[in-house]
C-alpha cells in the first residue's frame, strides 16, 4: 500500500471514486464521519493556536483531485532535499530512493523537531520562532508520511495535536512556498507536467549521467505532485489529506 494525498476527499468519496475502493456504503459512511470530526478539530486546534478560521467546503462545491505519489520513499527523498538545503544551503548527491528514510540528517530534522511549531493538547506550548524556522521546510518534513493534514490557510508554524488523525496540521499556501524554493534550486519548471514523458524518463533514468533537476528524478516528480495538490487545496478551499 503506498501513499496517496487527495484534495476534496469528502467529494472523492460521495463521488465513490477512491482509487481502487471496494468500500460499502456503510464504510463510506463511517471514514465520511471520521473526516468530518477530523475536519472540526482542526477549527478548534487552529482557533486554540490563535490562527484564522477554515471550515472544509461543502462537497457539492469542490472538485476533487487524486494525486498518486512515488510511494513513501518518494516523499522521503523530497524531504531529504529539504533538509540539506536547509542545513547547508546545497543539494546532497542523488541517493537511492530506498536510503532517503535513513539519511543521517533527515532522521536527525525528525527527531529535533520542527523550528516553529504550536502543540495544542489540554493547553498550548509554543515551539522555537519563526525567526528560527527561516529557511528551514518544517511544513513539509515536520507531517506523517502516512496520514494528516494541509489546510488552506497561511500560517507559519506547524500544527502538532492528539485531536487530530496523523497529529499535524500543515499550511498547503506555506507547503506550497517551500515546495517552490525545492524547485528553483532544482532548476524544475514547476508547471511541468509530472506524468511527461520528460519526468518519466527522469524517474526511470540513472542519475549519474543526467543534469539539473533530471539527477533527481523521483525528488522531481514528488515535487511537482505536492505543488499540484497545494495548489488545488488553495483554490477549492478543501484539505490535503494523507492516506
Same mark, same amino acid.
Given at each position: ?42 477549527? $478548534?486546534? #487552529? +482557533? ?8 472544509? *467546503?461543502?462537497? @457539492?462545491? =469542490? &472538485? %476533487? /483531485? ?12 523530497? $524531504?531529504? #532535499? +529539504? ?8 543539494? *546532497?548527491?542523488? @541517493?537511492? =530512493? &530506498? %536510503? /532517503? ?143
Amino acid at each position: 500500500m503506498g501513499l496517496n494525498i487527495v484534495v476534496g476527499m469528502l467529494a472523492d468519496l460521495d463521488e465513490s471514486e477512491l482509487d481502487e475502493s471496494e468500500l460499502d456504503d456503510a464504510e463510506q459512511d463511517d471514514l465520511a464521519g471520521e473526516l468530518c470530526a477530523d475536519f472540526a478539530a482542526i477549527g $478548534r486546534v #487552529l +482557533a486554540a493556536a490563535g490562527l484564522p478560521a477554515w471550515s472544509e *467546503p461543502d462537497a @457539492a462545491a =469542490v &472538485e %476533487a /483531485a487524486e494525486f498518486d505519489m512515488y510511494g513513501y520513499g518518494g516523499l522521503h527523498t523530497l $524531504r531529504r #532535499l +529539504a533538509v540539506h538545503l536547509a542545513e547547508s544551503g546545497e543539494l *546532497p548527491p542523488p @541517493a537511492p =530512493v &530506498e %536510503a /532517503a528514510a535513513e539519511d543521517p540528517l533527515l532522521k536527525d530534522v525528525y527527531s529535533r523537531g520542527p523550528r516553529y511549531g504550536v502543540e495544542v493538547d489540554e493547553g498550548t506550548r509554543l515551539i522555537g520562532s519563526e525567526r528560527e524556522a527561516d529557511g528551514a521546510y518544517d511544513h513539509l518534513v515536520h507531517h506523517s508520511d502516512c496520514e494528516g493534514f494541509y489546510v488552506p490557510v497561511d500560517f507559519a508554524p506547524v500544527l502538532c495535536t492528539n485531536e487530530i488523525t496523523g497529529g499535524w496540521v500543515g499550511s498547503s499556501q506555506r507547503l506550497l512556498e517551500e515546495c517552490r524554493r525545492i524547485a528553483a534550486r532544482l532548476g524544475l519548471p514547476d508547471d511541468l507536467d509530472p506524468w511527461g514523458d520528460e519526468v518519466s524518463a527522469a524517474v526511470e533514468a540513472d542519475a549519474e549521467g543526467a543534469e539539473g533537476w533530471r539527477r533527481y528524478g523521483v525528488e522531481s516528480f514528488t515535487c511537482l505532485q505536492v505543488i499540484a495538490a497545494a495548489r488545488h487545496s488553495i483554490v477549492t478551499g478543501a484539505a490535503i489529506v494523507f492516506c
